[in-house]
């Protein structure tokens, strides 16, 4: 069973265009959504971050949006460059339990220049 | 050096070695964490290590053997593994009571 679902497996963008990953979950007591990007060789790197308090985060051109009714988030990323190429991992925690995380399966992103 | 270092970053062996892998932090942190990536799998918690003593070991075979001897470092040893233990091995730190997991750069392991 899986905890938090993510879609789609793959995207592929044009240079300068939006990229929008989809992340649902199924725990209410989860209280920690991040997303984390991953280049080849290397290890995942937290992105961005969202707490259930609020519906909305950005930090420059990344932005998460949160449903908490709908138990979904998503990621969107503006203006999307080459660099952005990576593979993107939504994850959720909740307190205790180690601050655990359940991760998605990915999207791998390409963005074509 | 800085962050989350590991080595090697690739390991080739056979069903009947023994092989160690090694994470060294440096970002001060009192929480450690081995992961396994595979394919088309969500990343894998095996071990957390917090405050150098086991908190979790996710039903993980015994033929992988973790070994924290301090805050800065994680070992996991590795005897008599299978094909099907080929993948991305990750190490990652955080600062308990905290969300953000620092990751590595992972150990290519291959198991012929």
């Known amino acids: 069973q899986q905890q938090v679902k993510q879609s789609p497996q793959s995207l592929i963008v044009q240079k300068g265009g939006i990229s929008i990953i989809n992340c649902a979950y199924e725990n209410t007591a989860f209280d920690y959504f991040p997303w984390y990007q991953q280049f080849p060789g290397k290890g995942p790197a937290l992105l961005i971050a969202i707490r259930p308090d609020v519906s909305e985060k950005k930090e420059g051109r990344f932005t998460i949006s949160f449903n908490k009714s709908a138990k979904q988030f998503s990621l969107h990323i503006m203006d999307s460059q080459p660099g952005d190429s990576a593979t993107y991992f939504c994850?959720?925690?909740?307190?205790?339990?180690?601050?655990?995380?359940?991760w998605g399966l990915g999207t791998s992103l390409a963005v074509n220049p | 050096e800085t962050g989350v270092t590991q080595t090697p970053r690739h390991l080739v062996m056979g069903m009947t070695n023994k092989k160690s892998l090694k994470c060294e932090q440096h970002?001060?942190?009192?929480?450690m964490y081995w992961y396994k990536q595979s394919a088309k799998k969500p990343l894998e918690l095996m071990f957390v290590?917090?405050?150098?003593?086991?908190?979790e070991n996710n039903s993980v075979p015994s033929r992988f053997s973790p070994e924290c001897p301090n805050s800065s470092h994680l070992f996991l040893h590795l005897h008599t593994l299978q094909p099907e233990d080929s993948a991305l091995y990750l190490c990652a730190s955080s600062q308990l009571a905290t969300d953000t997991q620092y990751f590595g750069p992972g150990t290519r392991l291959t198991v012929l």
């Open positions: 290590y917090s405050l150098e003593e086991r908190v």
């Open positions: 994850a959720a925690s909740r307190a205790g339990n180690n601050r655990k995380l359940i």
């Open positions: 970002l001060g942190h009192n929480a």
